[in-house]
């Protein structure tokens, strides 16, 4: 069996959508993906304050990425309740406007798609993301929520700031995230 020496520095490629027909989102300031398994103390009076034992309740995971190309139709992939509306009869100075709705009683899951985290390679390949996906991190179902907090002045860079909560594929397959050839997945 080898091992597969992952790419450590560099930027990714974040790419969303329904499984096959992913779109990259453009170009990002950071990204962060993370995922943290969580448990409940088991406690007994006799042992003290501290846990006896924990058990482990799940795992939770998700990337947090900041889009640095803003533009309406950026906007409208990321923020559900979006949608732009164009008037192409009638040029003018903003022919679009994107409309944000609520978005009330939308659940996460019936709105997720698949997300792509594909890193750069070293020098070898000028600056391309890796053609490998032994390299790139898979989330079968990943929601995005936009969290804005545009700052207009001479130094700071407005970016979109998207946290993509993963969700488990199904009940019967409670996969969260995987690294490499899907194809040998069972």
């Avoid at 300031?29 to 993370?34: M, S, T």
């Amino acid at each position: 069996m080898s091992a597969t020496a992952l790419p450590v520095l560099g930027p990714c490629q974040v790419w969303l959508g329904p499984a096959g027909a992913e779109a990259e989102l453009g170009k990002t300031h950071d990204v962060h993906f993370y995922c943290e398994e969580t448990a409940a103390d088991i406690t007994y009076a006799q042992t003290g304050v501290g846990p006896w034992d924990k058990v482990i309740t799940g795992k939770t995971a998700r990337v947090e990425a900041d889009f640095a190309n803003l533009s309406h139709a950026l906007l409208e992939s990321l923020i559900n309740g979006a949608t732009i509306y164009t008037d192409g009869a009638t040029p003018a100075v903003c022919d679009q406007v994107l409309d944000i709705q609520l978005g009330i009683g939308r659940t996460y899951r019936c709105n997720a798609e698949r997300i792509i985290l594909m890193p750069y390679e070293g020098c070898e390949s000028d600056g391309a993301p890796s053609p490998n996906p032994c390299d790139w991190i898979f989330g079968p179902l990943a929601y995005p929520r936009v969290e804005l907090d545009w700052i207009f002045n001479a130094t700071d860079q407005r970016v979109v700031h998207t946290i993509f909560d993963l969700l488990p594929e199904s009940q019967s397959v409670p996969r969260l995230w995987f690294m490499g050839d899907e194809t040998l997945l069972p």
